[in-house]
């Protein structure tokens, strides 16, 4: 019995077994005491600390000391939470209707101004080095988000040569 006793401690017992050998600690006291001894060697062992001989006496006595609550009184709710609901749908009404006249009062939008076109002779050959060190040189103050200086897009298109 003291093998399938280790082998339930180590939970290596076959689930069947378990009952047999549980009525078995239940009916001798050897086998009780040796179970005790084997738990208190392998929480020693996994670094547990172990619990004093009259510790079940001393939690059936304190837990047989506690008030037993059959039907818990229901909790009431603080009187400013009751509000609480209403005032948030409230706001978030407020915002919606707020934004919805902002933006339905907003100016036309005003076209963009339009760049001016420069044609460039078909016998004009444009290097695109030359452009990019143009481009280069004389690109401090733009796009400066500081600045009143506006980006300016560029695109260069080639046609056919004569």
């Known amino acids: 019995m003291n093998e399938k006793l280790s082998a339930l401690l180590d939970n290596e017992l076959d689930p069947a077994e378990w009952a047999a050998v549980l009525d078995a600690v239940k009916q001798d ?42 039907a818990p009184q229901r909790l009431t709710a603080p009187k400013g939470k009751r509000w609480l609901v209403p005032m948030a749908t409230a706001a978030s009404v407020a915002f919606v209707g707020l934004a919805v006249w902002q933006f339905s009062f907003r100016p036309a939008a005003q076209p963009l101004p339009q760049m001016a076109s420069v044609s460039v002779p078909a016998h004009a050959q444009v290097n695109a080095a030359e452009v990019r060190a143009y481009l280069a040189a004389h690109r401090n103050g733009v796009a400066d988000p500081l600045g009143g200086d506006h980006l300016t897009t560029v695109s260069f298109e080639v046609g056919e040569q004569r």
């Not at 009780?32 to 547990?48: F, M, N, P, T």
């Open 29 to 70: 006291p050897q086998l009780q005491q040796q179970w005790q001894e084997w738990y208190i060697v392998r929480d020693a062992l996994s670094g547990h600390v172990p619990l004093s001989g009259d510790f079940m006496q001393r939690f059936s006595a304190r837990l047989s000391a506690e008030p037993v609550v059959i």
